[in-house]
C-alpha cells in the first residue's frame, strides 16, 4: 500500500523536476520563428484619470510600472510591413495582455476580451491569447495592428511583445507550449494540491487518538497541511479563472489572503514538524503567522483600495524576512536533529522562499511583463514532501496501531495465561482443603466412635469388674460403628433413606439378639439438601445414640423406626415401648448433634411410649 | 496346610450335607470357621487354604467337589476373587460365598460380579454362619440396602447406555444383556430392598412368599455374574483381544 503510493510520489516528483527545468525555457523570451514578425515597438495612446498621452513605446508594457497602480486605458498601434499577401492562414499570438482587451488589425476588430467599458472584472492577463488572421485583411506593405487594453490596478495588465506570422508556427509552437505551461500548467497543480490536501483532510479526520485524557485528539500536522494546500489549489486556481465571481478588489485581496494563508500554514506544518508545538520557548511563532495572514488581508485591502500597490509589495517585502527567518530557524532545527521528512521539507522551503523572493521581486518591482511566477512550481515540491510526511506519518500510526493491537492480545494471553495458573492453585488448594476436610471427619469419626468404644471397653477390662456382656456389647457396638461409618462413605448427601435402610440393615441383628420386635415405617421421603457428608454422619450417630438408648436401657419389647414427609418437611420418628425417661432431661450427646445438623429435636417420653423426633425443613 | 477331608460324612444321614471349603488366612477364623461348619449337621468339612495358591492346587486336584466356598478377599498371595473364578469354572454347582467384615458394597459387588452368590460377616455368630450357607443353598441371597443401591444405579447407567448403543448393529453383544438384566420384579424387589423393606415385609407388601422374593435376589447375582463375563467378552472383543464371534 505504502509502496505504491512511494512509487506515485517518485513519479510526481519526477515529473516535477522535469516542469521545472523545462520551465526557464519557456519563459524566456523564445527567438523569433522563421516567418513570424514580432511586434515591439510603435506608439501608446494612455488614459490615466482622463488625461490622454501619446508617446512611442517599446514593448513590453507594465501598466503598473508605468502608472503607479493607476487603472486606465491604452490603445497600442503597431505597424509592421508584409511584402506579399500571404498565402497560408495568419495568426496572432500575445503572452500577455489585460486586464481587458480588443484586437484589431487594420481598423477591423478581430477579437474582443473582456468588457472594456466595465472595469475590476475580467482579467485576460492571465492567460496566453491567439488570434487567427482572416485572410484578406493582411495586405502587402503596411498594416497596423491595434490593441486597446483598459487596465485594473495592480492587476498585472499591459501588453507584451505580440508575435504574428502563419498560423502554424505561431500556434503550434509558440501559443500553444505558453498555454500549457501558463493554462493546464495551472490546472495540473490545482489538481494536485487539491488532491494532496484532501488525503491530508481525511487523515485529519479519520485519525483520531483517544488520548489518556479521555478527549479525542486530532493530528494538527494533517489539519496544516490540509490547509496549505487547500490555500494553494484556490491561489493557483486564479491563474485559469478568466472572469472571477468577484469584483477584483474582493478577489484580489482573496488571492492575497491565500497566498498568505498558504505560507503561513506551511509554516504551521514545519512548526509541528520541528516539534516545536511542544516547546514553549517556540509557541510565540504561532502569532506572527497569524499576524502575516492579517496583515496581507490589510494590506491587500489598503492597496486596491487606494490603488497603490506599494503598500502590499512592501508588506510583502516584511513577509518575506519574517519567513526567511522562519526558514532559517526551521533549517537550523533541521540540522540539529536532521530526519528524511523534515530534511525533505527544509529543502522544499528554501527552494520556496528562494522563489517566492525571485517572484517578489520580478513581478512587484521589476519592469518585465509577461513573466510568470516560479513558486507554483516549487510549490509543488513542498506539497510532494507533505504527502510524504503525511503519509509516513499515517503510515508509521499504523504500524503501530498494529503493534499495540499485537501487544494488546499478547497481554490478554498473558493474563489468560495467569488466571489458568491462579485456577489451578485455587483448584489445588481446593482439593488439598476437601481432603484436609475429609482427614479431619475420619478422625473425629474414629474418636467419637471406634475409639471411644474401644476404650471405654480396654477400661471395662482393666477394672475388671465388667461383665462379660457388657464388654461385648461394647465390642459390637464398636464394630457397628464401624460398619456404619463406611457406610456413610457412600450415603449420597441428603438422602435419608438410604441412610436410614443402611441403619436398619446394621443393627436390626443386635435388635433381634436382644428380642426386640422390629417396626419399620419409613415413606420414600425427598432428600434434605443440607445434609452434607458430615452432616449425613452426625445424623447416623444420632440415630444410632437413640436406637442404643433403646437397647440399653428402655426394657422395650418394639422399636418403630417412622419416616415421612409433610408438605417437604422430613421427620423422623424412633418410637419404642419401653419404661421411658424424663423428657425433660435431653441427653446431650443427641441436643448437640441435633443442633450441629440443623435438625429440630423434639422428645416425648411416657412409660411405654417413647418418642425421639427429627425435623427437617 | 490342607486338613484332612471328612470324607466318610457324604453318604451318611438322609437329608443332603453340603461340603465347605474355606480359603481364609487367618487360623483363628479358618478354626472359628471348622467350627461352625462341624457343628452343622447339614454341612461338612471339606477342608480349608490359606493362600490362593494353595487353594488353586486344591481344586486342581480335588475329586470331590465342593458345594460351598468361603473365600476372605485379602490373600497374602493375591485376591480371593481369582478362587471364586477359578472355582465357579471349575466347578459349576459350586457356590462361593465371601467373607466380609464389613459387608462393603465394593467387595461385596466385585465379588457378585466374579460368580459370588452372596458373603458372610466374619463377625456373625457360629450358628449363623451355618445358618447363612444352608439357607444360600436352599435358594436364599443375602444382599444389602446398600448394594441394592448400587445395583440399580448400575443397571440405570446400563440401561442409558444400551439405549445409546442400540442403533449400532455391532454393539449387539453389549445391548443384548443390558435391557434384560433385570426384570420389572427383579427391579421392583431391589427398590425394595434399597429402602430398607426386609424380605418378609417385601413379600407381604407384593402378596408373594419370601422363597420368591429370594429367588428373585439369587437370580439377579447370577444375571450381574454373567453380565460382568459378557461386559469382559465385549471390551476384549472391542479392544481387539478377541475375534468377532461369527
Redesign the interface.
Known sequence: MFGRAGRALAELWLAATLMLTAQPAAAAPAAPAEGTIELRRGTVWTTVDGATHKAPVELSYHWDRQHGGRPGYATFELPFTLEAEPEVPWGIFIPRAGSVLEVWLNDALLQVYGDLTRGNGADYAKAPLYVPVPGHLLKAGENRLQVRIRADSARRAGLSRVTIGAATPVRTDLFESAYAWRFTGSVLLTAFSLIVGSIALALWLTQVDAAATGWRRRDSLYFWAALAEFCWAIRVADGVIAEPPLPWGAWGVLMATCYAGWAASAMMFCYQLAGWDGSPRMRWLRWPMAGMVAGTFAASAIALHREQPYWLTGWLALEIVFVALFVGAFAVATIRRPNVGRLLVAAAALVTLGFGTRDWLVIRLSDTYGETTWVRYSSVFFGIALLLIVLRRFHAASVQARGSVAALAERVAQRERELASTFAALEQVARDQARTHERERILRDMHDGVGSHISSAIRQLQSGQARPEELLRTL?DS?DQ??LA??SI?LPPGDV??L???L??RL?PRLAAAGIQFE?A?D?VPDVKRLDAQAMRQLQFLLFEAISNVLQHAQARTLRIEAEALAGAVQLRVIDDGRGFDALQVPRALAERAAAIGARLALESRPGRTVVQLGFG | MLKPMNIEATDTGKTHRWGVLVVEDDSRARAFFEASVQRSASLFWLGSAGTVHEALAWMAQTTIIPDVLLVDLGMPDGSGLDVIREAVARFPGCEPLVISVFGDEENVLASIEAGAVGYIHKDAAPEDIAQTIVEMKAGASPISPMIARRVLAKYRSLQLAGTLAAAPPEAALGTTTAPSLLSAREHEVLTLIARGFSYAEIARLKGLSVHTVQTHIKNLYGKLAVHSKSEAVFEATRLGLLSHPG
Request: charged share 30%.
Open positions: 459390637c464394630l464401624l460398619k463406611i457406610d457412600h433413606g438410604a436410614l435402610a443402611a436398619r440393615y436390626e419399620w419409613v420414600e
